[in-house]
């Protein structure tokens, strides 16, 4: 079964920039779906940007223009760029895919100060 770490979180100033990764500890070359999410202490987890193998993707209004999914298959990788932070981008970012089933991966926190 596949397992995803997620890193590259932190404390950031409003309008920086952080890059997330999430390494997979087997190959992603047939995996059709691909997501980041994001949840805040009392809120659902959402969709934050998805990526098909075929190269379509999805993002969440709130993002869309700041943030870029990306994939690099021999390195078994799912990036997710996030530029112009705000603050309300503030959350726990997980990662997912779908093998037939769905895998998250433990989070990573993302703090954007005003």
């Known amino acids: 079964q596949v397992r995803l770490v997620e890193s590259g979180g932190g404390l950031v100033q409003a309008g920086g920039s952080l890059r997330l990764s999430c390494a997979a500890s087997?190959?992603?070359?047939?995996?059709?779906?691909m997501g980041w999410y994001r949840q805040v202490p009392g809120k659902q987890r959402e969709l934050v940007a998805s990526l098909t193998n075929g190269g379509s993707t999805n993002y969440a209004d709130s993002v869309k223009g700041r943030f870029t999914i990306s994939r690099d298959n021999a390195k078994k990788t799912v990036y997710l760029q996030m530029n112009s932070l705000k603050p309300e981008d503030t959350a726990v970012y997980y990662c997912?895919?779908?093998?037939?089933?769905?895998?998250w991966g433990q989070g990573t926190q993302v703090t954007v100060s005003s």
């Open positions: 997912h895919v779908n093998v037939g089933f769905g895998i």
């Open positions: 087997a190959s992603i070359f047939s995996i059709n779906y």
